[in-house]
């Protein structure tokens, strides 16, 4: 029998305020069924995370992203804007890209070569008008538009047109993050991995710090349990930061010298947003990491990660960033282990629903509840914490 994911009964548990609240269910994680659902809910019913936006930024450049339920193209323009259009040729609908390309001047359909410009314009119908088709105007069949708009340097696509503009959906987020100027960082190196997780999984892992200390003893040098604190306001994201960012023994983040022209907080901080619902954002002083989820099954999902560094650290040597990119991926691999393991025990265990740590896991309870606003068609902006937050969580002040 399939649970019905809209109602009130099924999402009960973590509608509780967090001290009372149950975690998500297994079956949240392991069923198909949900899965399918949540491609609809979730990613087709809101913004999502889909590419650095300096992978995007070369004019001819267009790439190929699954979105829920869609296949979706980016392309620049010649004009240097980003565009979003659906995977689909307006003759009769086959995929038109199955991979990222470059140096393009037109978009040809593999079938029967319509082209489209890369601003989505009809622009080649070879031999379609040899005998004349009655009505037929080109300019009636661009390729179909996907809403796109950028934030802290990322990509994010759209394809519910009555979801509020993307600077609605981060609320105060830009304003906490405008001191960097991410609009300007470049990728300096990135990848992509396979993960035998859900991809909720790997983004609740990076939203709390409660297993720091045991599965990331070395990160927990630089990023002590001790110096995090609340970065969140209202919007769609779950935030903390690491205040001061400590060398110690291990100088892996301060490697390379900050970014010119940051106030005393972004200075000596690094900032770890989960953005809803599929985007992971560490920036530190010199650099930032980037992580995009692609779902792919209830089991599995693809990881596309990428190092950003502001426009000062274009002479870098190699040996200063590689010193930061390797820390990352030592990091990375022992959160890929451990989420693989809790699919494993979600899927085998005989698990049903647990309870959340206050003190560490509130962004994890706040995540869940914007999961089941998805699913129950609510359109609602999260709150920022309330007064009573410092001491519920643990924090106290944030320093500088």
């Not at 307006?90 to 410009?117: A, K």
Request: hydrophobic content about 35%.
């Amino acid at each position: 029998m399939v649970s019905d994911y809209t109602s009130d009964e099924f999402w009960s548990g973590i509608r509780r305020p967090v001290e009372h609240a149950a975690t998500m269910p297994a079956e949240v994680y392991t069923s198909p069924a949900f899965f399918e659902a949540e491609q609809r809910a979730v990613f087709d019913g809101g913004w999502v995370g889909v590419a650095c936006a300096a992978d995007v930024a070369i004019p001819g450049t267009v790439l190929v992203r699954s979105m829920g339920s869609r296949s979706i193209l980016l392309s620049c323009g010649r004009d240097g804007e980003i565009r979003g259009f659906l995977n689909a040729c307006r003759h009769r609908g086959t995929e038109l890209l199955d991979c990222d390309t470059s140096d393009l001047h037109m978009i040809r359909c593999p079938y029967h070569r319509w082209g489209y410009g890369l601003d989505g314009t009809l622009v080649a119908t070879p031999k379609f008008t040899e005998v004349p088709v009655e009505g037929f105007d080109p300019d009636d069949y661009p390729l179909k538009p996907v809403r796109i708009d950028t934030f802290a340097g990322i990509v994010f696509a759209c394809l519910d047109p009555t979801i509020a503009p993307l600077t609605e959906w981060f609320g105060d987020l830009a304003e906490k993050l405008s001191g960097y100027g991410l609009d300007r960082w470049s990728v300096r190196a990135g990848g992509t991995v396979e993960i035998e997780a859900n991809w909720k999984l790997l983004t609740e892992n990076y939203q709390e710090y409660y297993h720091l200390t045991w599965v990331h003893p070395e990160l927990a040098k630089v990023s002590r349990v001790k110096d995090h604190y609340r970065f969140q306001g209202s919007g769609m994201y779950c935030g903390q930061t690491t205040t001061p960012v400590s060398g110690d023994d291990r100088n892996d983040w301060l490697a390379m010298p900050a970014a010119p022209g940051l106030g005393p907080s972004d200075s000596q901080s690094g900032r770890h947003i989960a953005l809803f619902p599929n985007v992971m954002l560490s920036v530190l002083p010199n650099h930032a990491f980037v992580i995009l989820l692609e779902p792919l099954s209830p089991s599995r999902t693809r990881e596309r990660y990428a190092w950003l560094l502001p426009p000062s650290a274009e002479s870098i040597p190699e040996a200063d960033f590689e010193l930061t990119k390797t820390f990352w991926i030592d990091v990375n691999n022992e959160d890929i282990d451990i989420c693989e393991r809790s699919q494993r025990g979600l899927a085998r265990g005989g698990f049903s629903e647990g309870r959340y740590s206050v003190r560490f896991e509130e962004p994890l309870h706040r995540f869940a509840n914007m999961i089941a606003d998805r699913f129950q068609r609510i359109d609602r902006i999260p709150a920022g914490d309330d007064a009573d937050s410092s001491v519920r969580f643990g924090d106290g002040v944030l320093p500088l």
